[in-house]
């Protein structure tokens, strides 16, 4: 999940930061007293977090502050939802990786970090305004293996497609992709956000059986505009299309 506009949690991670959490080495901070098993754990999560994101994006540019909170309530406060396991919060100075104690985990993660890799290269004001949330999502599934894990590129789009189809009843619900533009529309109920991630991993999974990961996005850091909002087509060969002023 990512939540790049929602102000109201700003100051309690500031707050978290500066003042309130216990602070773990560099960039990392707990509401409470983290016991060694549990820092280990997520000491190695976060490094194996790190490794999937240089292998898809060939580097690591956006560091985010992660939070670790043990509490629920301190996780749905600084989150803005109780929600899922981990979200990131993006701002044009700072970016935040929250962690709730299901978050130990890789995959979690990764996912966040992705979040705030596209924000690091992109901008913030380019992402929030030029890239669909479908896009930000499906790019972060990419590195989050919660549904699939296959690292080939077109088995893992077949694993996608065959999640979705299961989990849609055989495609009888389909959500348009144009109907998943803005975090508002992706995130519903608990059945329609589930449809949402799948809808977008698949249809970004798709798009990396036709261009290399690499290709596609050096493209993206270029023309943030290039992969069409509500198609599953990346036109080959044509121009990129001038970003909207
Ligand atoms: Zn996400």
């Not at 929602?6 to 901070?29: C, M, N, T």
């Not at 966040?112 to 380019?126: D, F, Q, S, V, Y």
């Not at 849609?168 to 059945?191: A, C, H, M, R, V």
Request: hydrophobic share 35%; glycine share 8%.
């Amino acid at each position: 999940m990512s939540f790049f506009w929602l102000f109201p949690q700003i100051p309690g991670l500031l707050w978290a930061e500066q003042h309130g959490y216990a602070r773990y080495g560099k960039g990392l901070f707990s509401d409470s007293t983290i016991a060694p098993g549990q820092l280990f754990r997520l000491n190695r999560s976060v490094a194996r977090a790190e490794t999937k994101i240089k292998d898809f994006w060939g580097s690591h540019e956006g560091k985010g502050i992660i939070i670790f909170c043990q509490k629920e309530s301190e996780f749905a406060g600084l989150c803005g939802s109780g929600k899922g396991a981990g979200c990131s919060i993006g701002t044009p100075w700072r970016s935040w990786i929250v962690l709730n104690a299901d978050g130990l985990n890789e995959d979690v993660i990764a996912h966040e970090m992705c979040h705030i890799e596209l924000m690091t290269r992109l901008g913030w004001w380019n992402v929030k305004t030029d890239i669909p949330t479908w896009l930000d999502e499906g790019l972060a599934l990419q590195v989050d293996d919660r549904f699939v894990s296959e690292k080939d590129s077109i088995q893992r789009y077949i694993d996608y497609k065959a999640e979705l189809e299961m989990y849609s009843n055989g495609n009888q619900w389909e959500i348009p992709l144009t109907e998943l533009e803005t975090n508002k529309q992706f995130f519903g109920d608990e059945y329609r956000t589930r449809l949402a991630y799948l809808t977008a991993a698949t249809e970004v999974s798709k798009i990396l059986t036709k261009t290399s990961k690499k290709e596609f996005l050096q493209t993206l850091e270029r023309d943030r505009t290039f992969v069409p909002r509500g198609s599953t087509f990346v036109p080959e060969g044509t121009k990129p299309r001038k970003p909207m002023p």
